[in-house]
Protein backbone atom coordinates (compact mmCIF):
# COMPACT_ATOMS: atom_id res chain seq x y z
CA UNK A 1 0.00 0.00 0.00
CA UNK A 2 1.54 2.98 -1.02
CA UNK A 3 1.80 5.90 1.80
CA UNK A 4 1.44 9.58 1.20
CA UNK A 5 2.04 12.83 3.61
CA UNK A 6 -1.08 14.16 1.83
CA UNK A 7 -3.50 12.96 -0.54
CA UNK A 8 -6.17 16.36 -2.25
CA UNK A 9 -9.12 14.45 -3.56
CA UNK A 10 -10.18 16.82 -6.47
CA UNK A 11 -8.39 18.43 -9.42
CA UNK A 12 -10.29 21.50 -9.68
CA UNK A 13 -8.09 24.79 -9.29
CA UNK A 14 -8.18 24.14 -5.23
CA UNK A 15 -7.30 20.99 -5.76
CA UNK A 16 -4.66 21.01 -8.38
CA UNK A 17 -3.28 24.38 -6.70
CA UNK A 18 -3.32 22.48 -2.88
CA UNK A 19 -1.13 19.70 -4.16
CA UNK A 20 1.40 21.68 -6.01
CA UNK A 21 2.17 23.65 -2.70
CA UNK A 22 1.81 20.34 -1.04
CA UNK A 23 4.73 19.22 -3.06
CA UNK A 24 6.67 22.71 -3.10
CA UNK A 25 6.91 22.55 0.59
CA UNK A 26 8.21 19.12 0.51
CA UNK A 27 5.14 16.51 1.28
CA UNK A 28 4.84 13.57 -0.85
CA UNK A 29 2.31 14.10 -2.22
CA UNK A 30 -1.14 12.76 -4.35
CA UNK A 31 -3.98 13.66 -6.44
CA UNK A 32 -7.47 11.99 -7.12
CA UNK A 33 -9.49 12.87 -9.93
CA UNK A 34 -12.45 10.57 -11.02
CA UNK A 35 -12.86 12.12 -14.62
CA UNK A 36 -10.84 11.47 -17.46
CA UNK A 37 -8.88 14.92 -17.49
CA UNK A 38 -7.75 17.46 -15.05
CA UNK A 39 -8.71 20.64 -13.99
CA UNK A 40 -12.21 20.20 -12.53
CA UNK A 41 -15.68 22.37 -13.25
CA UNK A 42 -13.60 25.36 -14.24
CA UNK A 43 -11.11 24.06 -16.60
CA UNK A 44 -13.44 21.74 -17.99
CA UNK A 45 -17.22 22.72 -18.04
CA UNK A 46 -17.09 26.28 -15.75
CA UNK A 47 -15.05 29.16 -16.21
CA UNK A 48 -12.44 28.61 -19.08
CA UNK A 49 -14.90 27.10 -21.55
CA UNK A 50 -17.47 29.95 -21.02
CA UNK A 51 -14.92 32.55 -21.55
CA UNK A 52 -13.93 30.89 -24.53
CA UNK A 53 -17.21 31.17 -25.71
CA UNK A 54 -17.53 34.67 -24.57
CA UNK A 55 -14.68 35.73 -26.29
CA UNK A 56 -15.73 34.42 -29.69
CA UNK A 57 -19.17 35.97 -29.32
CA UNK A 58 -17.79 39.34 -28.75
CA UNK A 59 -15.70 38.97 -32.09
CA UNK A 60 -18.72 38.17 -34.22
CA UNK A 61 -20.60 41.03 -32.39
CA UNK A 62 -17.95 43.14 -32.77
CA UNK A 63 -17.71 42.51 -36.61
CA UNK A 64 -21.84 42.75 -37.28
CA UNK A 65 -22.04 45.92 -35.04
CA UNK A 66 -18.81 47.70 -34.54
CA UNK A 67 -16.30 47.45 -37.62
CA UNK A 68 -18.16 49.79 -39.63
CA UNK A 69 -17.97 52.72 -37.23
CA UNK A 70 -14.01 51.97 -37.00
CA UNK A 71 -13.65 51.75 -40.87
CA UNK A 72 -13.47 48.24 -41.26
CA UNK A 73 -15.48 47.00 -44.20
CA UNK A 74 -16.30 43.77 -44.98
CA UNK A 75 -18.37 42.30 -48.16
CA UNK A 76 -20.56 39.50 -47.84
CA UNK A 77 -22.09 38.06 -45.02
CA UNK A 78 -20.46 37.49 -41.37
CA UNK A 79 -21.84 34.46 -40.35
CA UNK A 80 -21.31 32.38 -37.50
CA UNK A 81 -20.06 28.91 -37.50
CA UNK A 82 -20.85 27.30 -34.23
CA UNK A 83 -20.01 24.02 -34.53
CA UNK A 84 -16.40 25.65 -35.46
CA UNK A 85 -16.46 27.65 -32.41
CA UNK A 86 -17.26 25.05 -29.99
CA UNK A 87 -14.50 23.25 -31.24
CA UNK A 88 -12.21 26.40 -30.53
CA UNK A 89 -13.21 25.63 -26.83
CA UNK A 90 -12.27 22.11 -26.62
CA UNK A 91 -9.17 22.94 -28.10
CA UNK A 92 -9.08 25.77 -25.23
CA UNK A 93 -10.18 23.18 -22.55
CA UNK A 94 -7.89 20.34 -23.47
CA UNK A 95 -4.63 22.91 -23.68
CA UNK A 96 -5.49 24.16 -20.45
CA UNK A 97 -5.98 20.91 -18.67
CA UNK A 98 -2.78 19.29 -20.09
CA UNK A 99 -0.64 22.02 -18.70
CA UNK A 100 -2.59 20.86 -15.51
CA UNK A 101 -0.42 17.47 -16.28
CA UNK A 102 2.33 18.94 -16.25
CA UNK A 103 2.68 20.69 -13.54
CA UNK A 104 1.72 17.78 -11.66
CA UNK A 105 4.73 15.77 -13.32
CA UNK A 106 7.13 18.89 -12.69
CA UNK A 107 5.83 18.76 -9.23
CA UNK A 108 6.42 14.57 -9.11
CA UNK A 109 2.58 14.14 -7.99
CA UNK A 110 0.91 10.91 -8.06
CA UNK A 111 -2.12 11.21 -10.14
CA UNK A 112 -4.76 8.32 -9.55
CA UNK A 113 -7.65 8.22 -12.30
CA UNK A 114 -11.01 6.88 -10.47
CA UNK A 115 -13.76 7.50 -8.01
CA UNK A 116 -11.82 8.09 -4.39
CA UNK A 117 -13.84 7.41 -1.04
CA UNK A 118 -12.77 7.33 2.30
CA UNK A 119 -12.60 3.59 4.18
CA UNK A 120 -11.44 5.62 7.58
CA UNK A 121 -9.73 8.75 8.26
CA UNK A 122 -6.16 7.72 6.87
CA UNK A 123 -7.54 5.39 4.20
CA UNK A 124 -9.13 6.11 0.98
CA UNK A 125 -9.91 3.25 -1.81
CA UNK A 126 -9.62 4.37 -5.45
CA UNK A 127 -12.06 3.21 -7.98
CA UNK A 128 -10.82 3.68 -11.58
CA UNK A 129 -9.86 1.11 -14.34
CA UNK A 130 -8.54 -1.47 -11.20
CA UNK A 131 -9.30 -0.68 -7.49
CA UNK A 132 -6.60 0.37 -5.48
CA UNK A 133 -6.46 1.92 -1.38
CA UNK A 134 -3.56 4.31 -0.13
CA UNK A 135 -3.10 5.93 3.03
CA UNK A 136 -2.33 9.61 3.34
CA UNK A 137 -1.45 11.29 6.77
CA UNK A 138 -3.95 14.28 5.61
CA UNK A 139 -6.49 14.90 3.19
CA UNK A 140 -7.83 17.19 1.87
CA UNK A 141 -11.42 17.21 0.34
CA UNK A 142 -11.69 19.79 -2.98
CA UNK A 143 -14.67 18.20 -5.05
CA UNK A 144 -16.23 21.16 -5.78
CA UNK A 145 -19.63 21.66 -6.68
CA UNK A 146 -22.41 21.29 -9.47
CA UNK A 147 -25.02 22.84 -11.20
CA UNK A 148 -27.96 22.95 -8.50
CA UNK A 149 -31.77 22.85 -9.78
CA UNK A 150 -35.15 23.38 -8.54
CA UNK A 151 -36.83 20.46 -7.12
CA UNK A 152 -39.83 20.82 -9.81
CA UNK A 153 -37.57 20.91 -12.75
CA UNK A 154 -36.59 17.67 -14.56
CA UNK A 155 -33.39 18.35 -16.07
CA UNK A 156 -33.55 16.34 -19.71
CA UNK A 157 -30.22 17.87 -20.55
CA UNK A 158 -31.27 18.13 -24.14
CA UNK A 159 -33.72 21.02 -24.01
CA UNK A 160 -33.95 21.83 -19.77
CA UNK A 161 -30.43 22.37 -19.42
CA UNK A 162 -27.57 22.92 -17.12
CA UNK A 163 -24.35 25.42 -18.04
CA UNK A 164 -22.48 22.00 -18.85
CA UNK A 165 -25.09 20.81 -21.95
CA UNK A 166 -25.04 25.03 -22.53
CA UNK A 167 -21.51 25.00 -23.30
CA UNK A 168 -21.89 22.33 -26.11
CA UNK A 169 -24.96 22.99 -28.20
CA UNK A 170 -25.26 21.69 -31.48
CA UNK A 171 -27.44 25.05 -32.68
CA UNK A 172 -28.10 28.37 -31.59
CA UNK A 173 -31.06 29.11 -29.89
CA UNK A 174 -34.41 30.65 -31.35
CA UNK A 175 -35.26 31.77 -27.96
CA UNK A 176 -33.53 30.43 -24.63
CA UNK A 177 -35.42 30.92 -21.46
CA UNK A 178 -32.84 31.83 -18.70
CA UNK A 179 -33.87 30.74 -15.23
CA UNK A 180 -31.66 32.86 -12.46
CA UNK A 181 -30.07 36.13 -13.18
CA UNK A 182 -27.03 35.76 -11.56
CA UNK A 183 -23.38 34.96 -12.80
CA UNK A 184 -23.52 32.16 -14.76
CA UNK A 185 -27.40 32.79 -16.52
CA UNK A 186 -26.18 36.33 -17.38
CA UNK A 187 -22.42 35.31 -19.07
CA UNK A 188 -24.06 32.18 -21.40
CA UNK A 189 -27.56 34.17 -21.70
CA UNK A 190 -25.17 37.20 -23.52
CA UNK A 191 -22.89 34.55 -25.69
CA UNK A 192 -26.59 33.34 -27.30
CA UNK A 193 -27.78 37.29 -27.52
CA UNK A 194 -25.00 37.99 -29.44
CA UNK A 195 -25.06 34.67 -31.65
CA UNK A 196 -29.00 35.78 -32.53
CA UNK A 197 -31.17 33.99 -29.90
CA UNK A 198 -33.59 35.69 -28.31
CA UNK A 199 -33.19 35.60 -24.45
CA UNK A 200 -35.35 35.59 -21.62
CA UNK A 201 -33.71 36.06 -17.74
CA UNK A 202 -36.06 35.19 -15.57
CA UNK A 203 -35.33 35.82 -11.72
CA UNK A 204 -36.89 35.85 -8.73
CA UNK A 205 -35.08 38.84 -6.88
CA UNK A 206 -36.42 42.21 -7.72
CA UNK A 207 -33.10 42.82 -9.74
CA UNK A 208 -29.86 40.45 -11.64
CA UNK A 209 -26.87 40.48 -9.37
CA UNK A 210 -28.79 40.53 -6.20
CA UNK A 211 -25.41 40.04 -3.99
CA UNK A 212 -23.79 42.40 -5.51
CA UNK A 213 -24.10 46.22 -4.91
CA UNK A 214 -27.09 47.83 -5.85
CA UNK A 215 -25.92 50.56 -8.51
CA UNK A 216 -24.11 47.75 -10.22
CA UNK A 217 -27.33 45.24 -11.09
CA UNK A 218 -28.84 49.06 -11.68
CA UNK A 219 -26.01 49.54 -14.70
CA UNK A 220 -25.86 45.75 -15.61
CA UNK A 221 -29.63 45.53 -16.14
CA UNK A 222 -29.35 48.56 -18.41
CA UNK A 223 -26.54 48.01 -20.25
CA UNK A 224 -27.37 44.05 -20.92
CA UNK A 225 -31.38 45.41 -22.37
CA UNK A 226 -29.71 47.59 -24.84
CA UNK A 227 -27.99 44.40 -25.87
CA UNK A 228 -31.44 42.73 -26.11
CA UNK A 229 -31.97 40.72 -23.47
CA UNK A 230 -35.33 40.80 -21.67
CA UNK A 231 -35.79 40.42 -18.16
CA UNK A 232 -38.44 39.43 -15.96
CA UNK A 233 -37.73 40.14 -12.19
CA UNK A 234 -39.81 39.16 -9.04
CA UNK A 235 -40.93 36.22 -10.70
CA UNK A 236 -41.45 32.94 -9.22
CA UNK A 237 -41.00 29.92 -11.28
CA UNK A 238 -43.32 26.93 -10.88
CA UNK A 239 -43.21 24.66 -13.93
CA UNK A 240 -40.98 23.59 -16.69
CA UNK A 241 -41.87 21.16 -19.31
CA UNK A 242 -40.92 19.92 -22.42
CA UNK A 243 -42.98 19.51 -25.20
CA UNK A 244 -41.00 18.24 -28.02
CA UNK A 245 -38.69 20.79 -29.74
CA UNK A 246 -40.69 23.46 -27.32
CA UNK A 247 -39.73 24.11 -23.26
CA UNK A 248 -42.63 25.58 -21.66
CA UNK A 249 -42.06 27.45 -18.37
CA UNK A 250 -44.68 29.02 -15.99
CA UNK A 251 -43.74 31.71 -13.20
CA UNK A 252 -46.10 33.84 -11.00
CA UNK A 253 -45.39 38.07 -11.08
CA UNK A 254 -45.03 39.88 -8.22
CA UNK A 255 -48.49 40.88 -8.15
CA UNK A 256 -49.35 37.21 -8.30
CA UNK A 257 -50.45 36.71 -11.89
CA UNK A 258 -49.40 33.65 -13.77
CA UNK A 259 -47.20 34.77 -16.68
CA UNK A 260 -46.12 31.68 -19.32
CA UNK A 261 -42.98 31.97 -21.43
CA UNK A 262 -42.24 29.25 -24.67
CA UNK A 263 -38.50 28.74 -25.86
CA UNK A 264 -36.93 25.97 -27.83
CA UNK A 265 -34.09 25.65 -24.78
CA UNK A 266 -34.12 26.51 -20.93
CA UNK A 267 -31.14 26.82 -18.90
CA UNK A 268 -31.59 26.41 -15.20
CA UNK A 269 -29.05 28.79 -13.28
CA UNK A 270 -30.09 29.06 -10.21
CA UNK A 271 -25.98 28.41 -8.51
CA UNK A 272 -24.83 25.77 -7.75
CA UNK A 273 -24.41 23.08 -4.70
CA UNK A 274 -21.30 20.95 -2.52
CA UNK A 275 -20.71 17.86 -4.62
CA UNK A 276 -19.42 14.70 -2.21
CA UNK A 277 -21.96 12.05 -3.75
CA UNK A 278 -19.52 8.82 -3.62
CA UNK A 279 -16.84 10.60 -0.95
CA UNK A 280 -18.04 8.14 1.76
CA UNK A 281 -17.29 10.97 3.98
CA UNK A 282 -19.38 9.30 6.97
CA UNK A 283 -16.67 6.74 7.30
CA UNK A 284 -13.90 8.93 8.14
CA UNK A 285 -16.24 11.02 10.98
CA UNK A 286 -16.02 14.17 8.56
CA UNK A 287 -19.42 16.30 9.44
CA UNK A 288 -21.84 17.77 6.51
CA UNK A 289 -24.47 20.44 7.42
CA UNK A 290 -27.44 20.68 6.25
CA UNK A 291 -26.75 22.98 3.04
CA UNK A 292 -24.56 20.16 1.76
CA UNK A 293 -21.32 21.61 2.98
CA UNK A 294 -18.17 19.75 4.85
CA UNK A 295 -18.12 21.39 8.18
CA UNK A 296 -14.67 22.98 8.60
CA UNK A 297 -13.04 26.10 11.53
CA UNK A 298 -11.17 28.64 10.47
CA UNK A 299 -8.08 26.40 9.60
CA UNK A 300 -10.66 24.70 6.92
CA UNK A 301 -9.96 21.74 8.88
CA UNK A 302 -12.91 19.37 9.35
CA UNK A 303 -14.42 17.50 11.80
CA UNK A 304 -11.53 15.02 11.88
CA UNK A 305 -8.36 17.09 12.85
CA UNK A 306 -6.03 15.29 9.34
CA UNK A 307 -8.78 15.64 7.31
CA UNK A 308 -9.83 19.17 5.75
CA UNK A 309 -11.71 20.85 3.05
CA UNK A 310 -11.71 23.61 0.92
CA UNK A 311 -13.39 25.57 -2.35
CA UNK A 312 -16.82 25.08 -3.09
CA UNK A 313 -17.56 22.29 -0.70
CA UNK A 314 -17.28 24.37 2.15
CA UNK A 315 -18.97 27.71 3.46
CA UNK A 316 -18.09 30.99 1.12
CA UNK A 317 -18.69 32.51 -2.19
CA UNK A 318 -17.53 29.89 -4.95
CA UNK A 319 -15.08 30.89 -6.96
CA UNK A 320 -12.03 29.60 -8.18
CA UNK A 321 -9.26 31.77 -6.70
CA UNK A 322 -11.02 32.19 -3.25
CA UNK A 323 -10.17 27.75 -3.47
CA UNK A 324 -7.00 27.90 -5.07
CA UNK A 325 -6.37 30.47 -1.90
CA UNK A 326 -7.91 27.94 0.83
CA UNK A 327 -6.04 25.06 -1.19
CA UNK A 328 -2.27 26.95 -0.29
CA UNK A 329 -3.72 27.98 3.14
CA UNK A 330 -3.83 24.47 3.87
CA UNK A 331 -0.80 23.38 2.40
CA UNK A 332 0.89 26.00 4.59
CA UNK A 333 -0.75 24.98 7.53
CA UNK A 334 0.49 21.58 7.16
CA UNK A 335 3.75 22.84 6.80
CA UNK A 336 3.96 24.73 9.97
CA UNK A 337 3.72 28.44 8.82
CA UNK A 338 0.55 30.37 9.61
CA UNK A 339 -1.30 31.88 6.49
CA UNK A 340 -4.27 33.78 6.27
CA UNK A 341 -7.08 34.99 4.37
CA UNK A 342 -8.91 37.74 3.97
CA UNK A 343 -12.54 36.45 2.93
CA UNK A 344 -13.57 40.11 2.37
CA UNK A 345 -10.97 40.78 -0.22
CA UNK A 346 -11.52 38.05 -2.40
CA UNK A 347 -12.68 39.39 -5.80
CA UNK A 348 -16.11 38.49 -7.78
CA UNK A 349 -16.27 39.11 -11.17
CA UNK A 350 -19.01 38.66 -14.39
CA UNK A 351 -17.27 38.16 -17.43
CA UNK A 352 -20.25 39.51 -19.32
CA UNK A 353 -19.38 42.93 -21.46
CA UNK A 354 -18.72 45.46 -19.78
CA UNK A 355 -17.25 43.29 -17.58
CA UNK A 356 -18.17 43.47 -13.78
CA UNK A 357 -15.82 43.23 -10.90
CA UNK A 358 -16.34 43.96 -7.31
CA UNK A 359 -14.56 43.34 -3.92
CA UNK A 360 -15.33 44.37 -0.41
CA UNK A 361 -18.55 45.70 1.19
CA UNK A 362 -21.20 47.03 -1.02
CA UNK A 363 -23.45 50.23 0.01
CA UNK A 364 -26.23 47.98 0.80
CA UNK A 365 -23.96 46.52 3.44
CA UNK A 366 -22.52 49.33 5.04
CA UNK A 367 -25.96 50.78 5.66
CA UNK A 368 -27.29 47.82 6.97
CA UNK A 369 -23.94 47.78 9.28
CA UNK A 370 -24.52 50.98 10.10
CA UNK A 371 -20.99 52.41 9.00
CA UNK A 372 -20.84 56.11 8.29
CA UNK A 373 -18.90 56.52 4.63
CA UNK A 374 -18.86 58.16 1.40
CA UNK A 375 -19.48 57.62 -2.40
CA UNK A 376 -17.12 58.23 -5.19
CA UNK A 377 -18.33 57.10 -8.95
CA UNK A 378 -16.62 58.15 -11.87
CA UNK A 379 -18.05 57.22 -15.22
CA UNK A 380 -16.63 55.52 -17.93
CA UNK A 381 -17.82 57.12 -20.53
CA UNK A 382 -15.22 60.35 -19.30
CA UNK A 383 -12.68 58.38 -20.12
CA UNK A 384 -10.78 59.11 -23.77
CA UNK A 385 -9.69 55.46 -23.42
CA UNK A 386 -13.32 54.49 -23.31
CA UNK A 387 -14.41 56.72 -26.08
CA UNK A 388 -11.70 55.69 -28.99
CA UNK A 389 -12.36 51.62 -28.24
CA UNK A 390 -16.24 52.49 -27.74
CA UNK A 391 -16.55 51.00 -24.51
CA UNK A 392 -18.25 53.88 -23.04
CA UNK A 393 -20.53 51.94 -20.63
CA UNK A 394 -20.09 51.69 -17.31
CA UNK A 395 -18.43 53.36 -14.26
CA UNK A 396 -16.00 52.72 -11.09
CA UNK A 397 -17.86 53.13 -7.72
CA UNK A 398 -15.60 53.58 -4.58
CA UNK A 399 -17.11 53.63 -0.85
CA UNK A 400 -14.83 55.00 1.71
CA UNK A 401 -14.99 55.76 5.94
CA UNK A 402 -16.18 58.87 6.04
CA UNK A 403 -14.05 59.49 9.41
CA UNK A 404 -10.72 57.35 8.28
CA UNK A 405 -10.60 57.69 4.71
CA UNK A 406 -9.99 53.97 4.57
CA UNK A 407 -11.55 51.92 1.74
CA UNK A 408 -14.35 49.39 2.24
CA UNK A 409 -15.43 48.38 -1.13
CA UNK A 410 -14.69 48.61 -4.80
CA UNK A 411 -17.23 47.67 -7.69
CA UNK A 412 -16.81 48.36 -11.37
CA UNK A 413 -18.70 47.96 -14.58
CA UNK A 414 -16.92 48.55 -17.52
CA UNK A 415 -14.42 46.83 -19.81
CA UNK A 416 -11.53 45.30 -18.51
CA UNK A 417 -13.01 45.27 -15.39
CA UNK A 418 -12.14 42.04 -14.15
CA UNK A 419 -8.44 43.12 -14.13
CA UNK A 420 -8.80 46.78 -12.82
CA UNK A 421 -10.15 45.40 -9.86
CA UNK A 422 -6.79 44.07 -8.45
CA UNK A 423 -5.39 47.61 -8.00
CA UNK A 424 -8.81 47.77 -5.46
CA UNK A 425 -7.60 44.31 -4.19
CA UNK A 426 -4.22 45.67 -3.72
CA UNK A 427 -5.31 48.62 -2.44
CA UNK A 428 -7.29 47.30 0.30
CA UNK A 429 -5.08 44.61 1.59
CA UNK A 430 -2.50 47.80 2.41
CA UNK A 431 -5.42 49.25 3.89
CA UNK A 432 -5.01 52.16 1.93
CA UNK A 433 -7.48 55.31 1.75
CA UNK A 434 -9.02 56.80 -0.94
CA UNK A 435 -7.37 59.84 -1.30
CA UNK A 436 -3.67 57.64 -0.96
CA UNK A 437 -5.31 56.20 -4.18
CA UNK A 438 -6.22 59.29 -5.66
CA UNK A 439 -2.57 60.67 -5.46
CA UNK A 440 -1.07 57.60 -7.12
CA UNK A 441 -0.39 58.33 -11.14
CA UNK A 442 -2.44 55.92 -13.46
CA UNK A 443 -1.60 56.10 -16.78
CA UNK A 444 -2.78 57.97 -19.60
CA UNK A 445 -4.80 56.66 -21.81
CA UNK A 446 -6.34 53.94 -20.19
CA UNK A 447 -9.78 52.54 -18.39
CA UNK A 448 -7.42 52.15 -14.82
CA UNK A 449 -7.77 56.33 -14.50
CA UNK A 450 -11.16 55.78 -13.49
CA UNK A 451 -10.15 54.48 -10.50
CA UNK A 452 -7.98 57.22 -9.66
CA UNK A 453 -11.00 59.82 -10.84
CA UNK A 454 -13.58 57.64 -8.27
CA UNK A 455 -10.77 57.79 -5.63
CA UNK A 456 -10.81 61.82 -6.08
CA UNK A 457 -14.72 62.01 -6.17
CA UNK A 458 -14.64 60.04 -2.52
CA UNK A 459 -12.20 62.38 -1.14
CA UNK A 460 -14.30 65.72 -1.05
CA UNK A 461 -16.00 65.20 -4.15
CA UNK A 462 -12.89 66.26 -6.37
CA UNK A 463 -12.80 64.31 -9.64
CA UNK A 464 -11.10 65.84 -12.39
CA UNK A 465 -13.06 65.12 -15.34
CA UNK A 466 -16.59 65.54 -14.98
Known amino acids: MEKFDVLVIGSGPGGYVAAIRCAQLGMKTALVEKYATLGGTCLNVGCIPSKSLLDSSHHYEDAIQHFDAHGIEISGDVKVNLEKMIARKAAVVEQTTKGIDFLMEK ?206 VVRGAMLAHKAEEEGVMVAELLAGQKPHIDYNLIPNVIYTWPEVAAVGKTEEQLKGEGVAYKNGQFPMRALGRARASMDTDGFVKILADANTDEILGVHIVGARAADLIAEAVTAMEFRASAEDLSRMSHSHPTYAEAMKEAALAATDNRALHI
Not at 115 to 138: C, P, Q, R
Not at 181 to 208: F, H, K, M, T
Not at 216 to 235: A, C, D, N, P
Not at 246 to 269: I, N, P, R, W
Open 107 to 312: NKIAVFNGLGSFVDATHILIKGEKETTIEAKNTIIATGSKPANLPFISLDKERIITSTEALKLKEIPKHLLVIGGGVIGLELGQVYRRLGAEVSVIEYADRITPVMDGAVSKELTKVLKKQGIKFYLSHQVNKVVRNGAQVQLTATDKKGTEVSFEGDYCLVAVGRRPFTEGLQADAAGVAINERGQIEVNAHLQTSVPNIYAIGD
